[in-house]
């Protein structure tokens, strides 16, 4: 859109004007104006689409995209272009259950003609939108083809609402990837996620797939779901790993690098030579020292170095002890000085 006229008619008729800048490397700002959501664009104008309608398609007065709460698209045909609002589901002639609610509008889950089956929560013919439901029984779809997919006993696409505001991405009859705030589960339901989540496999705060940017999924050693948690509260038995947040493995380990290697314990217990346990003591040719921080961990007593395997990039304690002077003490890289406890 452009021109005064179309600025005149979106301030009058409910548009709204929105600066945007022209040209990657120009800084020039100029005032384009769209229209609202319940407006189209016809030639310049901005017209009111029909009653309850909350999206409509540029252009088209009967090409509505969205319906009000309270009611839904009719696709009478494939194409949206001429859909119209009509009113939400209820337990009539065609639909024996109005199982789900999205938006604020019932829709149906299962027709009480066997022949018929919900497409985007509309009652039809199988014969009708290219037989997009592959398999049904008793008014339900349960199956549906690659261009579509099953959810709450019916078949729904990604091109029209309400499937579009559910699912970002299809494949083989199934959603393969939810928008924010949904997820499907695996037997087609169609699930509101806790509002912490991006994604999830059923409501509820501890089952989420997938997280905002900027939180983590915390979730048991081995689990699919978890819940959604600030960087601050990856904390206590926890670590952070890219956009997940695990468990450590040793017990009793309150700060771990990675899930086997433990920088501090809980409570009174000793970080082991290795890194990979926390101690009620220490014992053998150890003594118990102190750290900066206040973490308690074992130490290689006066006149013996640390001695064990180095692993490349973490670099945990060794396993052993061994006198200075000796074979071992001389073939082992260690820093720090022999006259004091030792510790890496």
Known sequence: ????????????????????????????????????????????????????????????????????????????????????????????????????????????????????????????????????????????????????????????????????????????????????????????????????????TAPGPGRCTRCPSGALLKRASGAATGSCVGLNACVDGYYADGDACLPCATPGCKTCGHASFCTECAGELFVSLDGRSCLGECTGNKVVGEVPGGVRRCWCERGFYSHGPRVARINPPPRSCVKTGTNQARSTSVTGSPSSPQSV
């Open 1 to 200: 859109m452009g021109g005064p006229a179309v600025k005149a008619a979106a301030e009058t008729l409910g548009g709204a004007c929105t600066e945007v800048t022209e040209g990657s490397e120009s800084t020039e700002v100029s005032c384009r104006c769209v229209c609202k959501p319940t407006f189209y664009n016809s030639s310049g104008t901005c017209i009111s689409c029909t009653d309850s309608c909350a999206v409509c398609k540029d252009g088209t007065l009967t090409g509505c995209q969205q319906c009000s709460p309270g009611k839904i698209l009719s696709f009478s045909i494939v194409s949206s272009e001429s859909a119209d609002c009509v009113d939400q589901c209820s337990v009539s002639s065609e639909c024996a259950e109005c199982g789900i609610t999205i938006d604020g509008s019932r829709y149906c889950t299962r027709c009480k003609d066997a022949s018929t089956y919900p497409f985007n929560g509309v009652c039809i013919l199988n014969t009708q939108r290219d037989a997009y439901c592959t398999s049904k029984a008793n008014g339900v779809c349960t199956t549906c083809s690659s261009g579509a997919f099953l959810m709450n006993g019916g078949c729904y696409t990604t091109e029209h609402y309400p499937g579009s505001t559910i699912c970002g991405k299809q494949s083989n009859g199934k959603c393969e990837k939810t928008k924010e705030g949904y997820g499907i589960s695996p037997d087609g339901k169609l699930l509101e996620c806790d509002p912490t989540c991006l994604a999830c």
